[in-house]
């Protein structure tokens, strides 16, 4: 998978002019506020997928923060929950807009419960992804090539499932509903870090 490290921020204008980019990130843990944001990939619909590792504790990364806010760009996620929670936590932005893939996958695959990244991408696309780094150190000051392989292929394929799973979500008439839940993520991820994380604020009782 073609890559390139940035280190720091992404260089100023590399996303110019693209509706939309697919995002993930790779992070020492899954609790926000304990576990740093070490690693963040991005691609466009196509070319290089780009990966920015961070400066901790500064976060001083302008240029990747103006575009997970920049409201003519749309950023494509798998369980954009955390990874918003995170940017918002660490980087002080509120990702937007947003379009998550899980979500698009729970509201449109209804026959299933299998929603995980490489399960979708499986069934809809007919690729076999590797999780084998999944729980690396992402804290490393020199990651390894396999490391920014695995990170990279988690980019990789988002803009084809959100195509695939905005057919299924025409023909099961939930295209609207599935808009609402992605324009309320990143309000879903601000109650995870003020502290309602495990708590659904809807529920009777
Ligand atoms: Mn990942």
Request: aromatic residues 8%; charged residues 20%; negative net charge.
């Amino acid at each position: 998978m073609p890559q390139t490290l940035h280190h720091g921020d992404l260089p100023q204008g590399l996303f110019a002019g693209a509706a939309s980019v697919a995002v993930d990130s790779e992070t020492m843990g899954l609790r926000v506020g304990r576990d740093p944001l070490c690693l963040v990939q991005l691609r466009a619909v196509e070319g290089d997928a780009h990966l920015v590792q961070l400066s901790r504790p500064a976060y001083d990364a302008p240029n990747l923060k103006a575009l997970l806010t920049d409201p003519a760009v749309l950023k494509i996620f798998h369980f954009g929950r955390f990874d918003i929670a995170m940017f918002q936590y660490a980087l002080g932005v509120v990702t937007a807009p947003v379009y998550c893939t899980k979500i698009a996958s729970r509201l449109a695959r209804t026959y299933t419960d299998r929603h995980g990244l490489k399960d979708v991408t499986r069934e809809l696309l007919g690729v076999e992804m590797s999780k084998a780094q999944q729980s690396s150190d992402w804290g490393a000051a020199q990651l390894s090539p396999e490391q920014l392989d695995y990170a990279a292929c988690d980019v990789l394929n988002l803009h084809a499932l959100k195509s695939r799973l905005d057919e299924m979500l025409v023909r099961e008439g939930r295209t609207a509903l599935a808009q609402a839940c992605f324009d309320f993520l990143p309000h879903r991820a601000a109650l995870d870090v003020a502290g309602w994380e495990d708590v659904d604020i809807f529920a009777h009782g």
